[in-house]
């Protein structure tokens, strides 16, 4: 197929690299040169816009920081993109701006899609993504071979922005996992307990995680290096609040969480790797 992809960052590099690998002509973009000439080099082609990336291609896909920039950057891809083109927004924005660019783009004869990913760059580099799709199965079923080359675990879970809203549960989810392990190493610490054995004994009963099992003993020896970063998580809570609002629920457990996080951020963290949580749990505690 004719790829063309925008937002060639920590995730959208890998993944434009694989759909080379994959045998895809693929046209990249991004705001800096030097991710395109990255994909140059690896058999890729640059392109000199969004317009330039997006005309001729059979598929196109963004996987940009936020909504703001997918605002910005959609139009331009449904404008410039041919009748019947298959648009995947792969970046983590809220429910609502996936419905909106969904909605302009069927107007136009694009079929979108909102695919998030979770997996962070290992997943990217290695195809091993988790990708959550909303939008019209057909057009999921059309991308499926495209998205086999990016991940494991393809799942079409709705209509228009259902893909953002499984992405903002994850990160609830995540988010609060971090929060509660945190707290459990505050208090088998301050109780003179060894948190090793303490956390090992938890990850194997019923409160064991994928956290616990592969972040809990660099939480335990303060470790922090990213990883998914604070700043990032701080946008996911914001989406996950938001979306909460919007659908008339309220989520207590997920304020709270949404809080540690700009905490977090606030207290000059948002580098470091969201199990950095901990730094704030320990700070309310001296
Ligand atoms: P990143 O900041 O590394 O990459 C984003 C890229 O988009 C950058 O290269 C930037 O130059 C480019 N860009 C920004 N605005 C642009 C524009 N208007 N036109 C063209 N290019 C533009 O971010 P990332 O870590 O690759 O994350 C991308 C998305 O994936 C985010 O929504 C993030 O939340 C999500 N995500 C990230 C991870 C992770 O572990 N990093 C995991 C899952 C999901």
Request: aromatic fraction near 2%; avoid cysteine; proline fraction near 5%.
């Amino acid at each position: 197929m004719k790829i063309g992809f925008i937002g060639l960052g920590i995730m959208g590099g890998p993944m434009a690299a694989n759909l080379v690998k994959a045998g895809h002509t693929v046209r990249g973009h991004d705001m800096s040169a030097a991710p395109v000439e990255r994909l140059a080099a690896l058999g890729g082609e640059a392109a000199a816009g969004v317009p330039d990336a997006v005309g001729g291609a059979d598929l196109v896909i963004t996987m940009l920081p936020d909504s703001p920039q997918v605002e910005e950057v959609a139009p331009l891809v449904v404008a410039h993109g041919r009748p019947g083109l298959l648009y995947l927004d792969m970046s983590t924005i809220r429910p609502e701006t996936s419905r909106r660019v969904a909605r302009e783009a069927a107007a136009a004869g694009v079929r979108a899609l909102d695919a998030p990913v979770s997996g962070g760059e290992r997943g990217a580099i290695d195809a091993t993504l988790s990708i959550m799709v909303g939008g019209e199965r057909e057009a999921f079923e059309a991308a499926r071979p495209v998205l086999g080359s990016l991940g494991t675990t393809i799942v079409h879970v709705g209509p228009a922005g259902a893909g953002q809203t499984v992405k903002a549960a994850n990160q609830l989810v995540v988010g609060g996992i971090y929060g509660l392990v945190a707290e459990a190493i505050v208090l088998l610490e301050a109780s003179g307990v060894d948190p090793v054995a303490g956390l090992d004994v938890l990850a194997g009963g019923l409160a064991g995680s994928r956290i616990l099992e592969l972040k809990r003993h660099t939480m335990i020896r303060r470790e922090f290096t990213p990883g998914f970063r604070i700043d990032l998580h701080h946008k996911d809570m914001g989406i996950a609040v938001a979306a909460a609002r919007e659908a008339g629920v309220a989520l207590p457990l997920t304020g709270q969480v949404a809080q540690l996080v700009a905490a977090a951020r606030a207290q000059g963290h948002g580098s470091l790797d969201h199990s950095a949580l901990l730094k704030v749990v320990e700070r309310l505690n001296t």
